[in-house]
């Protein structure tokens, strides 16, 4: 199996030439490293190699190996995120990715407001509807958004979503540019922009930045299979 300085440097190629192919400029792309199930030091090879965003998915896992990993790096939430998890997840994480209803949006706003904080957040869409995973139905999201924007706590910068897994990349460019749409009306009804299209994992990334992802989540491509977890079982 290649090594991770090979994998990220294959990566970066393939970042390079989708944003070459769809007029967007480098750097308008930014890469998380998704290191959930992988152990610290396969995050401490990562940092070695010049990346500085991980993404964690679980609130426990990512206490432990945060507090392991230079304190240099930032971290992302990316995971469904529990309401009695949330006072923690403000302690660990810069963004969290995964706002999918207002009760949770709330807890976050009054953690925050007990550890003087503004959170930056991204909504979670369920752009197919599938009943497996979690994220607002489209509709619902245009209905709540006011209510979300409301929260002074809680800074919306943008939109993510996991589309249903397909071995084809292809089947998933509906679903993103699905998302890149429901992106833009959200911005029609807040009045401001929406800067995050979190789109784009390691089977489709190079489809995800043609259809506009500022932000793809990668974990296998850059540090081959996980240990006993699949992203698709929750
Ligand atoms: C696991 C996971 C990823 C990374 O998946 P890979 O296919 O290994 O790149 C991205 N986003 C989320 C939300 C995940 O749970």
Redesign the pocket.
């Known amino acids: 199996m290649a090594s991770l300085p090979e994998n990220l440097a294959g990566i970066q190629q393939r970042i390079q030439a989708a944003c070459d192919r769809s007029g967007r400029p480098a750097g308008s792309v930014k890469l998380l490293a998704?290191s959930?199930s992988q152990p610290p030091d396969s995050i401490e090879q990562a940092a070695q190699c010049g990346l500085a965003l991980f993404?964690e998915?679980k609130v426990q896992e990512a206490r432990h190996k945060i507090a392991l990993s230079p304190g240099r790096l930032r971290w992302h939430f990316?995971?469904h995120l529990q309401t009695n998890k949330v006072r923690e997840a403000v302690e660990l994480f810069e963004m969290i990715q995964t706002v999918d209803s207002l009760p949770l949006a709330l807890e976050i706003q009054k953690r925050c407001q007990q550890a003087a904080k503004i959170m930056p957040v991204l909504l979670e869409i369920n752009v197919a509807g599938e009943s497996s995973k979690h994220g607002y139905a489209p509709a619902r999201l245009l209905s709540e958004l006011k209510d979300l924007a409301g929260l002074d706590r809680l800074q919306i910068q943008g939109v993510m979503a996991?589309p249903p897994f397909n071995p084809s990349p292809e089947q998933a460019r509906p679903h993103f540019r699905q998302l890149r749409n429901l992106r833009d009306q959200a911005e029609q009804v807040l009045g401001f922009g929406l800067p995050h299209l979190s789109m784009g994992?390691?089977?489709d990334f190079e489809v995800a930045i043609e259809e506009g992802s500022t932000l793809v989540?990668?974990?296998?491509?850059l540090f081959g299979q996980?240990q006993s977890f699949s992203?698709r079982d929750h």
Do not use: D, Y
């Not at 989540?217 to 491509?221: D, N, S």
């Open positions: 998704v959930k993404g998915n990316i995971g996991i994992m390691s089977g989540r990668l974990g296998t491509a996980r992203p």
